[in-house]
């Protein structure tokens, strides 16, 4: 069974253009979080969603960052006019459920780069 | 607020020794706690989780973990280090009250010297 995909693996993008990262769940979960992991820190949340809803986005930055799961799909987290301080590591992960029961499973990441 | 405190940024050991990874947490009500270990450029792995039950949870690659509700801490264990464990590892609490997101340690980064 294939894992949590992201794509793209490492994103290189200037100031000023947008950021799409694209995560699919393992097959079946319809759970899924976002989190991001700066340079020697550790993973901070950014959003929770199901399919075509969002659950929780506490951790968005109010401006930028945008994020969706549609019903058909991968899940995408998407950044708008990138800054330097948006540099960071992207991870998604999936759960089979929201149950705290259930532990989340992590995607391999996307790395994204402003220069 | 809940919270999770890994006090040391990096835990050095010999192979064939025993480590511990430390982690401490502070939450109302009960934790559900977990281990995540990071290679380089990876992904995070699930190692293990405590949820109810045994104060001492077995996980992968030989890893346990030993839940303390006094000490509130939930140290990682292994009785026999090896050079491959040498990696990023993470303690996480799951934050019951929002949504089941999970809130992470800073992380420790072990090296298992030969």
């Known amino acids: 069974n294939a894992g949590v995909m992201q794509n793209p693996r490492h994103l290189v993008r200037r100031r000023g253009q947008e950021a799409r990262l694209r995560c699919s769940p393992v097959k079946g979960h319809s759970h899924v979080y976002w989190y991001r992991q700066l340079p020697e820190e550790g993973l901070k949340f950014m959003v929770y969603?199901?399919?075509?809803?969002?659950?929780?986005e506490s951790g968005m930055p109010k401006e930028r960052f945008s994020a969706e799961f549609p019903k058909e799909g991968p899940s995408i987290l998407r950044i708008q006019q990138v800054v330097r301080g948006d540099s960071a590591a992207y991870f998604c992960?999936?759960?089979?459920?929201?149950?705290?029961?259930?532990?989340?499973?992590f995607g391999p990441g996307t790395r994204l780069t402003v220069l | 607020a809940q919270s999770v405190a890994q006090p040391e940024d990096q835990v050095n050991v010999a192979e064939g020794n025993p480590l511990t990874v430390k982690c401490t947490y502070s939450?109302?009500?009960?934790?559900?706690l977990f281990w995540y270990v990071q290679y380089p450029n990876r992904g995070l792995q699930f190692l293990l989780k405590y949820i109810t039950g045994d104060n001492l949870v077995k996980g992968s690659y030989g890893f346990e973990a030993e839940f303390n509700k006094s000490q509130t801490s939930f140290h990682l264990k292994k009785p026999s280090a090896l050079v491959s464990d040498s990696a990023l590892y993470f303690c996480a609490v799951r934050d019951m009250k929002n949504t089941d997101k999970l809130i992470f340690g800073t992380g420790t980064r072990l090296q298992v010297f030969p």
């Open positions: 992960a999936s759960s089979l459920q929201g149950s705290s029961y259930n532990e989340q499973f």
């Open positions: 939450v109302s009500g009960n934790p559900y």
């Open positions: 969603l199901q399919k075509e809803n969002i659950i929780d």
